[in-house]
C-alpha cells in the first residue's frame, strides 16, 4: 500500500537490453523519490541502455496532449483571406473587389467553379443595394463558404453487429497513410474499441514494420504478409483473424504506388473485393490526402473514388498548407466529405473535421 504522504505518480515506459519495464516514480511530501521497476516479459532486440532521471519521468508524465485547434494550426490560409480582407475594407467595395476575393479563393485552391459560385451572388447582391459595406459582403462571403460544407455525413462509422467493422485506407504514397492509421488506432483504443491493424502496402519494405510500431504504441493486434505478397490476402487474413478474436475494429492499409497508376487501380480493386468476401464489414474507405499538393489532391481524389467507392477523405497536413480551401473543391465536386484532418505529427493532431470551426477560423 502506497504511504499517505504519496502526492504524486507517474508511470513510464524504459527499455533495455533485457527486455521492457514500468517504472513507476513516487514522490513524498518530503521530496524524496522512490522509483521501482516491473518487468514485462516481452524483450526488445538491438535496444541500447537507457538512463532513467526521475525528475524527467515525473515532469514529462505529467504534461497531457491536448488536440490542437483548426484555428490554432490553419494560419497560412487564414493568412491569405485576412491580407485581401484588410485590403478591401481599406479601400472600400469597387470593380478590383471582386479580383481580388477570386485571386484569393484560387490561391487557396477553392477552384474556378466554387470561386465563382461564390463570388457571383455577392456582386448581384451589391448591385441591388443588399449588400453596402465591405463587412456585409464579408460575412456574406463566409455564409456561403459554409453552407458549402453544410450537408455531409462526417461520422465514422462502427455499425457492424457480430462481426469486425473495417476501413480501409487508400492513397499515393507520402501522403501520411500509415502514420494516419496508426493515430486512428491509437485514438479508437483509447475510447475502448478492440483495434487490428492488417498491413496490406506489401510493396513498400518499411510500411509493415512502420505499422507494426504503432501497433505496439497502441496495442493494437497485427497482422503482415511476406514482402511483394498479395495485399488483398492479407487485408481478408486481418479480418478472418478479427473475426475469430472477436475484436471490434479492422484498419487496413493499402499500396499507394505500383508500376503504374492502372496497376494500383486495379490492386485496390481487389483489395475492396476480396474484403467484401471476408467475415467483416467494409463500413469506410477512406482515402488520405496531403493538403500541400492542393489541386492536385483533387486529381487524386477522382482517381481512388473511380476505383475503390470512397467514403470520405483525410486530409493530412492542413497546417502546413494556404491551400485549405481545397476541402471545398473535394466536397463541391466530387461530394466526398472530408471526415479527418491532420494538423501536426503527434496522434492527439489528428481531429474529427468541423466545417464552420474551419470557415470561422479563415474569417476570424
Do not use: Y
Not at 203 to 208: E, G, I, P, S, Y
Amino acid at each position: 500500500m502506497l504511504a499517505s504522504a504519496t502526492t504524486n505518480i507517474a508511470i513510464a515506459l524504459a527499455a533495455s537490453g533485457a527486455g521492457v519495464g514500468i517504472l513507476v516514480v513516487l514522490r513524498s511530501r518530503r521530496n524524496r523519490t522512490r522509483v521501482v521497476a516491473s518487468p514485462v516479459s516481452e524483450t526488445v532486440k538491438d535496444t541500447a541502455p537507457i538512463e532513467v532521471v526521475a525528475e524527467a519521468v515525473v515532469e514529462a508524465v505529467a504534461e497531457v496532449a491536448v488536440a490542437p485547434s483548426v484555428r490554432e494550426k490553419a494560419g497560412r490560409t487564414r493568412s491569405l483571406f485576412a491580407s485581401a480582407f484588410q485590403s478591401i475594407r481599406g479601400r472600400g467595395i469597387d470593380s478590383a473587389t471582386w479580383d481580388e476575393l477570386e485571386e484569393t479563393l484560387l490561391l487557396a485552391d477553392i477552384g474556378i467553379g466554387l470561386a465563382t459560385r461564390l463570388i457571383d451572388p455577392l456582386r448581384a447582391a451589391v448591385k441591388d443595394g443588399s449588400l453596402r459595406s465591405p463587412d456585409e459582403v464579408i460575412a456574406a462571403l463566409r455564409d456561403g463558404m459554409t453552407a458549402q460544407l453544410a450537408t455531409s455525413d462526417r461520422s465514422l462509422h462502427l455499425d457492424a453487429v457480430g462481426s469486425p467493422n473495417v476501413w480501409l485506407f487508400v492513397g499515393v504514397n507520402g501522403v501520411g497513410k500509415t502514420t494516419t492509421i496508426g493515430k486512428i488506432a491509437t485514438a479508437q483504443v483509447a475510447q475502448g474499441t478492440t483495434v487490428l491493424m492488417a498491413a496490406g502496402d506489401t510493396f513498400r519494405a518499411a510500411a509493415a514494420e512502420q505499422l507494426q510500431v504503432w501497433a505496439e504504441r497502441s496495442g493494437s493486434s497485427f497482422v503482415r504478409g511476406a514482402e511483394g505478397g498479395d495485399p488483398a490476402s492479407v487485408i481478408f487474413d486481418g479480418i478472418q483473424s478479427a473475426a475469430a478474436k472477436g475484436i471490434q475494429l479492422v484498419l487496413g492499409d493499402t499500396a499507394g504506388r505500383l508500376q503504374n497508376k492502372s496497376n494500383l487501380m486495379e490492386e485496390l480493386k481487389k483489395v475492396r473485393r476480396v474484403a467484401d468476401k471476408a467475415e467483416g464489414v467494409v463500413n469506410e474507405v477512406l482515402l488520405v490526402i496531403d493538403a500541400t499538393t492542393g489541386q492536385n489532391g483533387l486529381a487524386q481524389a477522382r482517381e481512388f473514388a473511380a476505383a475503390t467507392d470512397v467514403t470520405g477523405i483525410v486530409l493530412t497536413k492542413l497546417d502546413g498548407s494556404a491551400k485549405g480551401g481545397i476541402v471545398f473543391a473535394i466536397e463541391t465536386e466530387l461530394g466526398i466529405p472530408v471526415k479527418l484532418v491532420g494538423l501536426g505529427e503527434t496522434a492527439v493532431d489528428l481531429i474529427v473535421f468541423d466545417p464552420s470551426e474551419f470557415v470561422s477560423a479563415l474569417f476570424e
